[in-house]
């Protein structure tokens, strides 16, 4: 017994590979209490959290049952000693021990193999209550017409507008840990290989192409794209009018046009909107001959933010009744007496 408990801490020290993987306890069966995960070599991931792996239900609350926290832990428990744990059979061991081998043995894991659409996404990524969860959905507007307010998502569960932000914002920060970001991969890798062939994109459009570069069978509502892409919101733009870049696009903050809206009223007291959109275009096509490569939608969306912005920053303009009109010049029509 010596002989091999010497044997065995040669294998647990050296690098992962399939061999060595076999001769571990939880695959064996054979018990060594006195080994701990700390004396595992860094290649088997003894200290990665169980939730990177892809696992089914029953397998989560057998693990859980078991208060299996780490893949160093679960190396060292013997499989017998699962099999005794209700709804545990030698299905879901030979399960585990596929889906531990895969990630030990295969760093490039692809979980996007188990998604379906964005739902299924979620469900297999993030570990929630199924209420937190539900409402994530909800407050991303999945399978709804819109996303729920907070407000709107309290009244589901009877708490406050605070406590449904105080979720949110604990997701939040799960989304953006390495170990999410990590299962994340394929669809962050995907939107970046989009967003760097083509600048910026009208939601609808992206979701239609990330389904097909992810083989989804459903197309993600644009809107909860939207909301879902804004989480990273140091890397991603999403802005008001449905169009999605990376944050440090020119093209969505384009300085070339600063300054151009006085220029084009000039002195005058008001201009239709519509002819405002007009020569907006006209200096978008001058100045900057990418433009002209975009859909035509996506054009409309970008002279309709970039004046957005302008109103914003010359407050002596304003929007009323669909013109632009200058409040220092502009005088209101007498309504006449009846």
Request: proline share 5%; net charge positive; glycine share 2%.
């Amino acid at each position: 017994m010596i002989v091999y408990d010497n044997f065995f801490s040669t294998i647990i020290q050296s690098p992962a590979t399939e061999n060595n993987l076999y001769l571990l306890p939880f695959f064996t069966g054979q018990r060594f209490p006195s080994v701990t995960p700390d004396k595992i070599h860094k290649s088997f991931y003894p200290d990665v959290s169980i939730s990177n792996l892809i696992l089914n239900i029953r397998s989560k609350n057998l693990l859980k049952q078991a208060n299996i926290t780490t893949i160093g832990q679960l190396l060292l428990t013997p499989y017998g000693q699962l099999l005794k744990y209700r709804n545990c059979g030698i299905h879901t061991v030979k399960f585990l021990q596929t889906e531990l081998k895969k990630y030990i043995l295969d760093k490039e894991i692809d979980y996007s193999s188990h998604w379906k659409d964005m739902e299924s996404m979620l469900d297999s990524v993030i570990e929630l209550k199924d209420r937190n969860l539900l409402i994530f959905k909800y407050r991303l507007g999945i399978k709804l017409p819109k996303a729920l307010t907070l407000e709107e998502c309290g009244k589901k569960y009877d708490i406050t507008r605070e406590a449904v932000r105080q979720i949110m914002s604990h997701i939040e920060k799960l989304i953006l840990h390495p170990e999410t970001e990590f299962k994340l991969r394929p669809f962050w890798t995907t939107l970046d290989k989009l967003l760097k062939k083509r600048e910026v994109w009208l939601s609808e459009d992206l979701a239609k192409k990330i389904k097909e570069k992810l083989h989804w069978e459903k197309r993600p509502e644009p809107h909860a794209l939207e909301n879902f892409i804004a989480i990273k919101r140091e890397k991603y733009l999403v802005t008001n009018y449905r169009l999605v870049g990376f944050a440090d696009s020119k093209c969505l903050a384009c300085s070339r046009v600063d300054g151009f809206l006085p220029e084009i009223m000039k002195d005058k007291t008001e201009l239709p909107y519509s002819a405002a959109c007009s020569l907006f275009l006209k200096k978008f096509g001058s100045i900057c001959p990418k433009i002209n490569t975009f859909p035509q939608k996506v054009i409309d969306s970008l002279v309709k933010l970039h004046l957005r912005r302008h109103l914003s920053h010359y407050k002596q303009f304003q929007m009323r009744n669909n013109k632009i009109i200058n409040i220092f010049t502009y005088v209101p029509k007498k309504r006449r007496r009846r």
